[in-house]
Structure formats: C-alpha cells, structure tokens
C-alpha cells in the first residue's frame, strides 16, 4: 500500500515556492498519498481553489504551513476529512447501476446464501458507502430473501467521517428515495413529520443490520472482516492508476472463498488480482474468489 506520510525531504524538494506557495503538484501528490485521489492537469487550478478555501475556513494564514499540518494525518484527520470532501462529489443514491443489484439478486445472493454452513451469516461490504444509501440498498435486498432469514450483516465504509455520520443518521430527503422501489419504501422507510426538511429515515429493523466505519481505502487497514460480497461503486474513478490497482488488490483479500468483488462499470484495474476469476453475470463484470462450486456465468 502506499505510504501516507510525506517525508521533510520530500516538503524541502516539492513544496519550495516562491513566498508562502506550495506547488500545485506537491499538493496533488501529498493528496495522492493519503487518499489516492488523481487529477488531470485541467483540474489542478479547482484543486488549488478548494485547497486554499479550506485552508482558509481553519484560520490558517500559511499555506506552507497547511501543507506540513496535512503532512502527519494522525493529527489532521478533521482536516483531511473536510477536503476529501470538497474534492469529490459524494454523489450516490439508493440502488445506483441496478445490473449489479439484480446480479445480487437473482444469482450471487442465493448461490452464497445455499452454500454457507448451518448457522452461518453473509457479510457484506459497501467500500466508499458515502452518505449510506448502497449499504441500505444492499440490506434492503437481503432482508427481503426470506431463506435468508435475516442472518447477515451489511458493513458501510468512507473516508469521510461527515458522511458516516449522515449514513448513520440514515434521513433521506424525498428526491434522495426516489430510486427505492415502491415495496422496498414501504417496507423500510418511515415517512416523517410534514415540517421537516428530511421527509423519511430507515427503519430500526433495517438500521440494526449495517454497521457504519470511517476507513481510508488507500491506507488498506483499520476494521477488516472477510465478506462475501464487496460493491466498490463509483469510487475508483477518482483514484490514479496505482491506487486502483493497490485497493483493488486489498478488496480482493478480504473476500471469503467463494466471495465477489462487484465494481463499477469502468472501474476494473489493469491487473487482476491474484486468486480471482473473471466472471460475467447477465452483463455484470465481478471478481469471483475462487471455491469448489462455481456460479453458473450467464452472458
């Protein structure tokens, strides 16, 4: 994985501008590090606008010294927060790219589900969850596959510890439920009050089962279970080509024998990792951690 923390000799040769500046590339470079964020050169003048806001809105006067504070993330995990924000849009919604959900739906779901053993639970990741509307959709899902019976747990993850909080709060406004089937917002979401502006929130049955963490993708440690399915959606985008290929791999080791690492359309990396099949499923391009009973691929 890659390393986090910029050394001072690397400050000394990047960072050394003319008065108070840092280089635009030292910044993308030191943002690359820590949360694999890429940008094209069309992007760097946003960059440095957002880099200087936020600098700005902490009552940081040096941008050099902003730049060191950034430099040991342990202690400027607020701020780090804060501008991973402001560099990515967040956007999600309930049930984004249904082609993945129904893959879920109709084959992964019940192979895994027919070969656990008695007693046993599935364990579901939403990697880069944002504000919580794909792990919800994900447990709305196995909730309602009645053999099942409720023996799962979704796990949601961000690097943005402002959106973990609005995911765990789970209220949504009206627009924001729009792509939840009619059964599903029946079953699962509580209208609220006419005079607030959050017009529904999940309810206790489904919160119980998602457990939300803040953890960088790009740092590879922290909270780790084994799952048997990953969905990793509309986050590699954002990332350089390495990243792509170190969180990719790092996804890959948590999942169960027999587990799938479900990505984004677009978003597979260059090398697949090792111990992973390529496989197919009604369209759907998945990363099948290979077992002695395999999913029938349907083109």
């Known amino acids: 994985m890659m390393s ?15 008065a108070d500046h840092v ?14 964020l890429a940008f094209r050169s069309a992007r760097l003048a946003d960059v440095m606008l957002i880099v200087r806001d936020e600098m700005r809105a902490r009552g940081i006067a040096s941008e050099k010294a902003y730049y060191r504070r950034l430099s040991n993330p342990s202690e400027s995990a607020a701020d780090w927060d804060a501008l991973a924000v402001r560099l990515t849009n967040n956007e999600t919604s309930f ?23 008695r007693g046993g639970r ?9 504000t919580g509307q794909e792990a919800y959709s994900l447990a709305m899902l196995a909730m309602d596959d009645a053999p099942l019976q409720g023996e799962f747990t979704v796990w949601g993850g961000d690097i943005s510890h402002h959106a973990i909080e609005i ?12 792509t939840v089937p009619d059964e599903y917002r029946k079953r699962f979401l509580r209208p609220l009050g006419p005079d607030t502006a959050i017009d529904y929130e999940v309810v206790d049955e489904l919160r119980r089962r998602v457990r939300f963490i803040a953890t960088n993708l790009v740092e590879g440690g922290g909270f780790r ?12 985008i954002y990332f350089s080509p390495g990243a792509v290929t170190d969180v990719v791999t790092h996804l890959a080791s948590c999942l169960k024998l027999g587990g799938y690492l479900l990505l984004g359309p677009g978003e597979a990396p260059h090398d697949r990792p090792p111990g992973l099949d390529t ?8 990363l099948h951690r290979r077992s002695a009973r ?6």
């Open 294 to 299: 395999a999913l029938e691929v349907r083109e």
């Open 95 to 117: 049930f984004r790219h249904p082609p993945s959900f129904d893959a879920l739906r109709r084959h992964i779901l019940p192979e895994l589900r027919d070969a656990r053993p």
């Open 23 to 36: 280089a635009p590339q030292a910044w993308c470079d030191l943002i690359q590090r820590y949360c694999g």
């Open 4 to 18: 986090n923390t910029p050394s001072d000799t690397s400050f000394g040769a990047q960072a050394a501008g003319g």
């Open 122 to 130: 599935l364990n579901f990741w939403s990697a880069g969850c944002s």
């Open 225 to 236: 279970l084994n799952y048997d399915v990953i969905f990793c959606h509309n986050v590699l």
């Open 279 to 286: 496989v197919s499923i009604n369209g759907v391009r998945a």
């Open 167 to 178: 995911a765990r709060r789970g209220r949504y406004g009206h627009r924001a439920v729009a």
